[in-house]
């Protein structure tokens, strides 16, 4: 059962863009209380939310001496700090994390994309597409894990990752690039969810046969990339898309002209921690930090281009101990997990200053509406 919000944004889309914003302005009269002077302030056309899987202060730390001192995210000057817990538990998982920035509601470690009674709640990628932005996800794990998951699928558990890739079918997701081709095109029922895309009009490609570098992208259609049979490969393995793929889908999605919303994750940072692998945790950093920057200049270029950075917990209790330098680092953990540690957010462009404080992990989803300028209530209150 999916609850009554569901009806209320496909009739929204059913109806159009002109009819639903008027739709909008009515119920604004009714229930926002927005303060005047926000908003006449200069509102993003599209939000790029960055999400560094595990990326506690540390491996942000250790990722900057590892690479000379110096970091693209330091290009961002608007800083806060978030509460990343769960529901259930002080130590929150990537999908409770990640739930929590899609939908703006604290759940249960495991849950996707559902509250903590497993109804499902629209996710922000789900209420852009029904005002007509465009949207897109880049991932550096399969597309599929927690974190892409919880913006674009609902299930009662992380790993239903054969579930979880159907619900993409369900969507008119505009781009995906992660990987995880086997939970589409190798599945216990049976069915090919990759031709299912191209049956829908999606330009599909994948590793086996086209080289992401040598494709364009149809302005006029979908697209979806498959990158790898099941987990990507570790940079330090060979794996070099993130950068690629992230501005390919900028550039994608910036033509279809009524703003997008994108996320980008850094996945891998989060499973150096978990292999209490320093290097493996640096390697990542500076992978999804090179992004960062491509995405910044992006950005500035564009001026109305929102770049949020941030991650969903920390991973590993990593530490940097006496006795390192800035060029050898000294470190150490104090887990195979994820630990409780408020989390930095960094913004940069129209609306950033909504990101500075310290708030909980949920109001990151607040703040992008916020941003947006969206007046109509949360789906999800
Ligand atoms: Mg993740
Ligand atoms: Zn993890």
């Not at 996800?137 to 892409?148: D, E, F, L, R």
């Not at 049979?229 to 999605?253: F, N």
């Not at 940069?348 to 500075?356: A, S, V």
Request: charged share 25%; with cysteine.
């Amino acid at each position: 059962m999916k609850p009554l919000v569901f009806s209320v944004i496909i009739l929204f889309a059913v109806i159009g863009c002109n009819t639903s914003k008027k739709i909008e302005s009515q119920v604004v009269t009714t229930t926002t209380t927005i303060t005047s002077d926000r908003s006449d302030a200069k509102r993003p056309k599209n939000i790029i939310f960055m999400v560094g899987d595990g990326m506690g202060l540390s491996q942000i730390t250790a990722g900057m001496y590892s690479n000379g001192d110096k970091l693209n995210l330091e290009r961002m000057k608007t800083i806060g700090l978030h509460k990343s817990y769960a529901a259930d538990a002080l130590v929150t998982d990537s999908a409770a994390g990640a739930t929590a920035f899609s939908c703006g509601q604290k759940t249960y470690n495991g849950a996707i994309g559902v509250d903590v009674d497993t109804v499902a709640i629209p996710t922000i990628l789900e209420e852009a597409e029904n005002k007509n932005l465009a949207t897109g996800m880049v991932s550096t794990s399969t597309i599929v894990h927690a974190t892409p998951a919880s913006f674009i699928a609902h299930n009662r558990h992380r790993k239903n990752y054969e579930e979880i890739a159907a619900d993409f079918l369900k969507t008119e997701i505009d781009c995906f690039i992660g990987g995880g081709a086997k939970f589409f095109n190798n599945r216990e029922d049976g069915r090919d969810l990759l031709q299912e895309l191209k049956d829908k009009g999606y330009q599909v490609g994948d590793y086996f046969n086209d080289e992401l570098e040598s494709i364009q992208i149809n302005e006029n259609q979908n697209f979806a990339y498959l990158t790898s049979l099941a987990d990507p490969i570790p940079v330090a393995q060979g794996r070099d898309y993130l950068q690629k793929a992230s501005m390919m889908t900028i550039e994608a999605l910036d033509k279809k002209d009524n703003g997008f919303f994108i996320m980008i994750e850094g996945s891998q940072i989060d499973w150096g921690g978990h292999s209490n692998d320093a290097d493996y945790i640096i390697s990542e950093m500076i992978d999804f930090d090179n992004t960062i920057g491509a995405v910044l200049d992006w950005a500035d270029k564009d001026g109305e281009t929102l770049v949020i950075v941030t991650a969903d917990h920390e991973t590993g209790g990593f530490a940097i101990q006496k006795g390192s330098t800035r060029d050898s680092l000294v470190t150490a953990f104090t887990s195979d997990y994820h630990t409780a540690e408020m989390i930095c957010v960094f913004a940069h462009g129209p609306q950033e200053e909504l990101f500075r404080g310290i708030y909980e992990n949920t109001a990151i989803y607040h703040k992008m509406r916020e941003a947006y300028g969206w007046k109509d209530i949360p789906a999800s209150k």
